[in-house]
C-alpha cells in the first residue's frame, strides 16, 4: 500500500506540474479608437514566431499577420464571437479553446509578432482582411504570457478601378479606359429575393466591344464570366481591363462579356439551384440573362450565349451548362471544381467509410500541392476554415451549394470537421443533384440533343488543388457514352498558370473567344495566327 501510495502521490505531483505548464494562454483585447460605438464579429489572434515573421518582411515593418493559404500551420490562430463590445472595454480570447494548429499553451514557447482582428462581416474566411474590419498593430509577446491587444484601426476599402502604385503607367491607363467601358449591374432577382424575403441583387459588369455604339444595328455573341473562390465584383476588374483592351487591338474578337459576380455571404453560390443559397440558376437563366438582353444588342440565341470560368467559376459554368443545355451554346470551364465526386481532390466520397482527412492506411490526404510538393493537407485546410467563422470557407461553401437543409436550417455537413468522416446519406444528396459526371451519365437520353460538343473542359496536370483528378473521369463518362466533348490537360501546369501562353498570362482567354466566336460567326474572318498562341 505504501509503494501505491507513493505512486499515486509521484502522478499527481506530475499531473499537477503538467496542469501548471499549460496553463491558457489568455489575451485582453479592447475596442481603441477603431470604433466610436459598439461593435460584434468574430474575433480573431494571429501569432506568428517573431523571426518567420521577420524574415517574411525582409527588412520592412510587420504590419500583418495573417492565416496561411499555402503554409497553414506557419500561423496560429484563436478565435472567439464578440458581440456589443464597447468603445474602451475589453474582452478576454482563451487562446485554448477555439484555436487552429493547436492550443496556444502547447504552442512552442518563444517571442511571437501577435495581431488581433475583429471581422465584423464575417468575410474572412473568403475575402481575408478587408473593409470594415477593426485591427491591432503588430506586437511583440511572449506567447506563454499572452498579453494586451488594442484595435486602433478600422480598415477601408479600395477603389476597384484604381491600379497598385506598382502597375505600369500602360496597365494603369488600361484600367481607366476599362472603367469608362464597363458598366454596372445591380439587378435585383425577383425569384432570389422570394427566397430569402429580402432584396437580393445580381452583380455584374458589362463590357461592350469597340463600335458598339457607332454600330446600332449590330448583334454581338455574349460571354458569360464567372470568377473562382475568393473572387468578387471588384476583384473582376483587372480581367475586364484585359478582355477591354484585347478587343480594341484585335486580339479578341468583337463580342459583350458578362463578368458574373457569384460571391456571397456564404462563399460562391456557383450559379447552382440550391435549397440553401436559393435559385441562382434559374435566377440567372430567367431573369438576369432576358433583362440584359433587352438592353443590349446581344444574339439572344443559344449559338450566341457562351460561359467561361475558373476554378469555382469552372465548375459553376459546367453546371450550368449542363443544366441548362438548351440554353447556351458551350462553356469553356477552366480547372473546375470537382465535376465527379468519385475523386474530390483526390478522395473517393462513394467509397465504403470514406474520410476526407484520411486514407484507409492513415495516411492524410492532401488538398494542395507544387508539382510535387505537398503544401497542405485537407485535414488542416478545414479545420482552419472552422476556426476562422461558419461562413465563407471553402468547404463549408460547398456544403452551402450542394447539401440538403438540416433541421437548424443550416446545410447539412458532408463530413465531420472533427474526424473527417463521411456522411453517406449528404453524400447521396450530393450525388443525385451535383455530381455532374453521374448526372450526365444518368440522364443522357435527354441531354444529348442539346449538350452534345458543348463541354470543353481545360486543366493543368499538376493542379494545385488535384483537379485534374475528376476531370479526367468526367471525359472517361463522356467518353463511354459516345459524345463529342473536348478535354484539354496542359503538361506540368498548375492551378494558378493555366490561361499561360508565351509572355501573355491570360493568353487562352483569347484563344477561347475565337473558338466561341466561330461558333457564333461560322463565316467570319479569323485571324491567321491567334494572337497569344504559341
Known amino acids: 500500500m505504501q509503494i501505491l501510495r507513493a505512486l499515486l502521490a509521484s502522478l499527481s505531483l506530475s499531473l499537477a506540474i503538467g496542469a501548471q505548464a499549460a496553463a491558457p494562454v489568455v489575451f485582453h483585447v479592447t475596442l481603441g479608437s477603431a470604433a466610436s460605438k459598439p461593435v460584434s464579429g468574430r474575433l480573431l489572434i494571429f501569432a506568428k514566431p517573431l523571426a518567420v515573421a521577420k524574415a517574411e518582411a525582409k527588412g520592412q515593418p510587420i504590419t500583418a499577420i495573417d492565416a496561411g493559404e499555402f503554409n497553414p500551420r506557419e500561423t496560429a490562430i484563436a478565435a472567439l464571437e464578440v458581440r456589443d463590445l464597447a468603445p474602451g472595454k475589453s474582452v478576454a480570447i482563451d487562446a485554448d479553446l477555439n484555436a487552429f494548429p493547436q492550443a496556444f499553451s502547447s504552442l512552442p514557447d518563444g517571442v511571437y509578432a501577435v495581431q488581433a482582428v475583429l471581422d465584423q462581416n464575417h468575410s474572412y474566411n473568403y475575402l481575408g482582411r478587408g473593409a470594415g474590419d477593426l485591427v491591432s498593430p503588430v506586437t511583440e509577446l511572449r506567447l506563454s504570457a499572452g498579453g494586451s491587444l488594442t484595435l486602433t484601426t478600422a480598415l477601408t476599402g479600395e477603389d476597384a478601378w484604381t491600379a497598385s502604385d506598382a502597375a505600369s503607367p ?14 454596372r449591374i445591380d439587378f435585383v432577382s425577383p425569384a432570389l429575393s422570394k427566397f430569402w424575403g429580402r432584396p437580393i441583387a445580381m452583380r ?11 454600330h446600332p444595328e449590330a448583334h454581338y455573341p455574349t460571354v458569360f464570366y464567372t470568377h473562382g473562390f475568393g473572387g468578387n465584383l471588384e476583384k ?69 450565349r457562351f460561359l467561361n470560368g475558373h476554378s469555382s467559376g469552372g465548375w459553376a459554368t459546367l453546371w450550368l451548362q449542363t443544366r441548362y443545355p438548351a440554353f447556351f451554346g458551350g462553356t469553356w470551364s477552366t480547372s473546375p471544381d470537382p465535376s465527379d465526386f468519385h475523386d474530390f481532390t483526390g478522395v473517393d466520397l462513394y467509397a465504403p467509410d470514406a474520410n476526407v482527412y484520411r486514407r484507409a492506411d492513415g495516411s492524410l490526404y492532401p488538398i494542395m500541392r507544387d508539382h510535387g510538393k505537398v503544401l497542405a493537407n485537407l485535414q488542416d485546410f478545414a479545420q482552419l476554415e472552422a476556426v476562422l467563422g461558419d461562413y465563407g470557407g471553402q468547404m463549408s461553401s460547398f ?124 463565316h467570319a474572318p479569323r485571324p491567321v495566327v491567334v494572337p497569344g498562341q504559341t
Do not use: C
Open 399 to 522: 456544403d452551402w451549394v450542394f447539401s440538403p437543409r438540416g433541421a437548424d436550417g443550416r446545410p447539412e455537413p458532408m463530413f465531420s470537421r472533427a474526424t473527417g468522416a463521411v456522411d453517406p446519406e449528404v453524400v447521396a444528396y450530393w450525388r443525385d443533384h451535383y455530381d455532374i459526371a453521374y448526372r450526365i451519365k444518368r440522364d443522357w437520353p435527354s441531354l444529348k440533343p442539346n449538350l452534345d460538343g458543348k463541354i470543353h473542359v481545360i486543366v493543368g496536370t499538376a493542379d494545385t488543388f488535384y483537379l485534374d483528378g475528376a476531370a479526367h473521369r468526367l471525359q472517361a463518362v463522356l467518353d463511354g457514352l459516345g459524345a463529342k466533348s473536348q478535354f484539354t490537360f496542359l503538361p506540368d501546369r498548375t492551378h494558378m498558370d493555366v490561361y499561360v501562353i508565351g509572355d501573355d498570362r491570360r493568353g487562352l482567354l483569347k484563344k477561347i473567344a475565337w473558338e466561341m466566336y466561330a461558333i457564333a460567326r461560322p
Open 236 to 304: 473582376l476588374t483587372y480581367i475586364v481591363a484585359y478582355v477591354d483592351q484585347a478587343m480594341a487591338s484585335g486580339e479578341a474578337p468583337p463580342m459583350i462579356w458578362v463578368f458574373l459576380d457569384e460571391s456571397s455571404p456564404t462563399g460562391t453560390h456557383e450559379f447552382a439551384d440550391s435549397v440553401n443559397n436559393g435559385p441562382w440558376g434559374q435566377a440567372l437563366t430567367t431573369e438576369l440573362i432576358p433583362a440584359l438582353e433587352k438592353t443590349y444588342r446581344m444574339d439572344a440565341r443559344p449559338s450566341g
Open 170 to 183: 500602360a496597365f494603369k491607363a488600361q484600367l481607366a479606359q476599362a472603367k469608362d467601358d464597363a458598366r
Open 204 to 214: 455584374a459588369w458589362v463590357l461592350t466591344p469597340p463600335g458598339y455604339a457607332s
